[in-house]
């Protein structure tokens, strides 16, 4: 789409500014988007959709943050994120006669988006020491207040990955000692709290949730408050369906119970049908729209999947299982708040799933057998709860794109990194000095590195499995299974049709296998890929 075109989309939304079908369809314009100027009419529009509730904001991040990097005034203080050491920013910023840190534009993104960047993560740790020493400094704590709101926020959102020194550490166990005993001053206090750790650990938390709502920031008290204590309650109410002893499971269950993932908190509108409908062959997607068709997500972590499957399929029923009481309550509770009846959440480990009685005319299993001890074993399971003809929708890691990861997890484990979460603090600040430097590039360019979870995910597993397509291709063969498709970018899939003419159907493994010798980042994202059981299998 042009700038034109895009121009008259915001006007758009200018004359219906409540209509947020125009909002969607100009972020999704926007959202490949990079911008070197900073365009004022462009960003207020941008701005106007960060600064509406109920929509996915995600795909702004980059936009914004090209346009932030450029803004005339905001640029100047932002280049101190350059600066040597903390020291050394502090003495560039007092020099800066109005550092344009309350800019709204600034603020609009910081409350909603989170930024895989190592510039403006350091520029925000920067700024969160900053704020908090001038607490001390007596210098009036309300005078940060429309800064801290969403820097508390986004700390959050970055599940409290940001490092921390000894001496913020004994002014944040003062500053919680005088929240928790109602003696803080101002709001602007418990902000500050609030861009350390997450104020549901506060003794008066639930007071400290209705205060925050009486002064108007319903938001902040629900993402760090409520929705926790929500969760806390809703962890009883989920039955378990088969016990977790082995060893293998019992560990991944510690780290999900600790980082329950993916943390999300609006639905992206990824799954629709129409496109479905195209990517699978003739009529597949007929037999998961009849009435009471199973579906089974399996290894359902916070539920987002599981979610957008009862949502995009109400006919059917959803079971949506996991080990990790905490990751199911995340989505029990989302699911609530949607009203969504057609889903169930059930802790289970996939490994003693199969004595259930059900069939599934669809299984979902992104991200989970890779994790598992034997994660052929764990298939054939799921394979088991499969209908004659039911589709499954699987998710691998490649062992070819995770090189960069693999030897990342290699210093880790040389350098005797635990994982915690201080420990996963203190080597994302070494790990500049300590990994190659284009593997370091890698890691960074991936937005797992931004936060708690999705790091320890990414480089601290308790167990991972890596897979090439020869493998797959064994065990598709030895489950009975037939492969349907891998799913990508469409110019990847353009560049495979060009280097394999002849494979119009895109289902030849031995040739992605080729490519993917090529070009070994082709399935960073994971082998993702449907498959079916054929008809007559049982
Ligand atoms: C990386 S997360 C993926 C979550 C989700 N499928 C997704 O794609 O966002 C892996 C999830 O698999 C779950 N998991 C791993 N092994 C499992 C098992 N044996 N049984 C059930 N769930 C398992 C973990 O608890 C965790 O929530």
Redesign the pocket.
Known sequence: MSMKAMQSLAVAIAGQPENAAYKERFIETIAPMRFRFYLPDLAMFIQHCLETPGINHAPLVRPWFSMLKAHPRFRKVFRLARRKDYASFRAAFEKLRDPDIFNPYFLSGLGVLLVPDRSLERFLIFLRRYCLEQFEAGAGSDKFADLLEPLARYCFRTEYVFAFGDEEAARIAVLRREVEKNRAGGEADIFMLGCYEPLHTLDNAAAVADRLRKLGYAGLAAEQISDFLVERELRHEIPALTPIDSGV?TA??AQ?EAF???RWSSLASSLSLDALEAFLPGGAIDSLKKDGAKFL??????G??ALEYALAFPKAEVLA????RA?LSYGLRNAKERGIGNLRFAQ????RLGGLEDRFDFIL????LH??ADPEA?WAVLEGLLSSGGLMRI?LYSEYARQFIVRSCAVIQARGYGDSREEIRRFREDAPDLLKRSDYRRVTRSSDFYSMSECR?MLFHVQEHRHTIPEIEGMLERLGLRFIRFEMEPRVRARYHKAFPQDEAGTNLANWNRFEHKKPETFLQMYRFWCSKTMGTQ
């Open positions: 499971s991944v269950q999900y329950p993932y993916p997500i399996a290894g359902c972590g916070t987002l999947q299982v996991d080990l990790s990751s289970a480990d996939i490994m299993c992104t991200g989970v994790h598992m764990g998710a995910d």
